[in-house]
């Protein structure tokens, strides 16, 4: 396929993702509305590179036909919140909805991956409204703490930086940072409460 061609067939994704972006954060704008503390912290978004879409069919041995059904997060979206707590929050919430369907969800918090890696997956159908008609894309959402978020950040950064082949030595520290942000996540759920008093009341503030 060509660039053209990549670009129409990754034109639907881009829809879905900036589709989805927006409804996310409007559940954080309604929470900031009744003045109470937003489950969501942030949301990002993007839709994956075309080379990494083909480096990830050739890792797996996915065929070029198969690459819309079996690479599910060429569209990808990432919720991160304050709390594990707000997690399970916004997965309710997401259950609830019916303007997109789970069809899969991967708990990487109860069953963290052996790299460190915390989050929870779900893979959505999402339907987009094309010239051609409705076309469901698969979009993937990541929902995580702050400090899971940072973890991964810096760990994909490595992991590029030795194309996948950490040295032992710094492994051994990815390792420990993973725990340390395991009991960050701990430490704060445990002053949630306190914590959550403190924005609202900071958040009342400003606006006044
Ligand atoms: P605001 O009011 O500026 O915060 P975009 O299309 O730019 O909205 P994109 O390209 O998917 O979003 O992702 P980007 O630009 O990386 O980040 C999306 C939003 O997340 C931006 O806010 C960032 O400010 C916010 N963000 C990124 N990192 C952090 C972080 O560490 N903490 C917090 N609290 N926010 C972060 P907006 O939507 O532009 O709005
Ligand atoms: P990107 O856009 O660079 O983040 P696989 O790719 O085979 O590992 P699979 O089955 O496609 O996994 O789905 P999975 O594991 O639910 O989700 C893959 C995505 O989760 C990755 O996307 C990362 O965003 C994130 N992820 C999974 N494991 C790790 C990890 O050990 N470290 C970090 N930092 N992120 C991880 P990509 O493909 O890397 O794309």
Redesign the pocket.
């Known amino acids: 396929m060509d660039y053209r061609e990549w670009e129409q067939v990754l034109s639907p994704y881009k829809q879905a993702v900036e589709e989805l972006k927006v409804k996310l954060k409007g559940i954080r704008s309604q929470f900031e509305l009744e003045g109470e503390h937003s489950p969501i912290e942030f949301v990002t978004g993007?839709v994956?590179p075309v080379v990494?879409i083909l480096d990830?069919a050739r890792?797996?041995n996915i065929s070029k036909e198969s690459i819309e059904r079996e690479?599910?997060?060429i569209a990808?979206l990432r919720i991160m919140c304050q709390f594990v707590e707000d997690i399970h929050r916004v997965l309710e919430m997401l259950r609830k909805r019916d303007d997109f369907t789970i069809i899969e969800e991967?708990d990487?918090i109860n069953h963290q991956?052996d790299?460190?890696?915390r989050?929870y997956?779900i893979v959505v159908e999402y339907p987009v409204q094309t010239f051609k008609g409705l076309k469901k894309i698969l979009v993937?959402i990541?929902i995580r703490t702050l400090a899971m978020n940072f973890?991964?950040?810096i760990?994909?950064s490595l992991?590029y930086k030795y194309s996948g082949n950490i040295p032992e030595d710094i492994k051994d520290r990815l390792q420990r940072a993973a725990e340390a942000a395991y009991r960050l996540d701990e430490e704060m759920s445990q002053i949630r409460g306190e914590i959550q008093e403190a924005q609202v009341i900071f958040s009342r503030k400003i606006e006044s």
């Open positions: 993007r994956k990494s990830k890792r797996k690479i599910q997060d990808g991967r990487y991956k790299s460190g890696y989050s997956h993937e990541q973890w991964a950040t760990e994909h992991n």
